[in-house]
């Protein structure tokens, strides 16, 4: 079992829909990060967490330190929010090494 | 600053071929990442340096690869010999500071062995 789990792998919406995409982690952290990675293969971190919610434009995170879950929203979604998502942790050991979920690639149509 | 460079962006070459690939870090960055990025296996850190010393190696697959940090703006992952399942995006990524921080990633050098 991967140490961290992202839902759903796959998720297509139509343009406008609220957006929620999970990750679920089975081991301590220090921190949690949400990438974004758009079809040309570019990787840009979107954000970074410990506790609690963080917002940056139409960009939503949530961590839930003792469900050991985080949550990625996307608010009035748009085609160009197309992209892989991908959920990563810091461990507790080790904190500088991520590991990183499989990914979730998102299809936003207009 | 233009973040961080990787190069080359693509790379071809024959099985049993040696390849560089190379990085340069946002200046100031004091941690360096390699990773590699297959369908199969998703993102996996390779190795990672602080301060030019690497720190963590266990990710290095085998002992065809690699990697070295000569000064605080260059690195470089080398696989001698190449083999057909090295094909990958491989992503160099820098942050600064120890732990919990922000990682910035280059652009990946997508490397294909034929």
């Known amino acids: 079992k991967n140490e961290v789990e992202q839902s759903p792998q796959n998720l297509t919406a139509q343009e406008g829909e609220f957006i929620t995409i999970n990750c679920s982690y089975s081991?301590?952290?220090?921190?949690l990060h949400w990438l974004q990675q758009h079809p040309g293969g570019g990787i840009v971190s979107l954000f970074m967490l410990s506790s609690g919610k963080k917002k940056h434009g139409r960009l939503i995170a949530t961590i839930n330190i003792q469900e050991k879950h985080s949550s990625l929203h996307i608010t009035a979604s748009h085609p160009r929010d197309s992209a892989v998502y991908i959920c990563?942790?810091?461990?507790?050991?080790?904190?500088?090494?991520?590991?990183f979920g499989q990914g979730t690639r998102l299809t936003i149509n207009p | 600053d233009a973040g961080v460079i990787q190069s080359p962006r693509h790379e071809v070459t024959e099985m049993g071929q040696e390849v560089t690939l190379r990085c340069k870090p946002i200046?100031?960055?004091?941690?360096l990442f390699w990773y590699r990025q297959t369908m199969m296996r998703g993102l996996e850190l390779l190795i990672y340096?602080?301060?030019?010393?690497?720190?963590?190696d266990s990710g290095m697959p085998e002992d065809r690869f690699s990697a070295k940090m000569p000064n605080a703006s260059f690195s470089t992952l080398k696989i001698q010999p190449s083999e057909p399942r090295d094909s990958a995006v491989y992503f160099c990524a820098s942050s600064f500071g120890w732990a919990n921080t922000e990682a910035f990633f280059g652009q990946g050098t997508r490397l294909t062995v034929v």
């Open positions: 340096f602080n301060n030019n010393v690497p720190i963590d």
């Open positions: 990563a942790v810091n461990l507790i050991q080790g904190a500088q090494k991520l590991v």
């Open positions: 200046s100031g960055h004091n941690s």
């Open positions: 081991v301590g952290i220090s921190a």
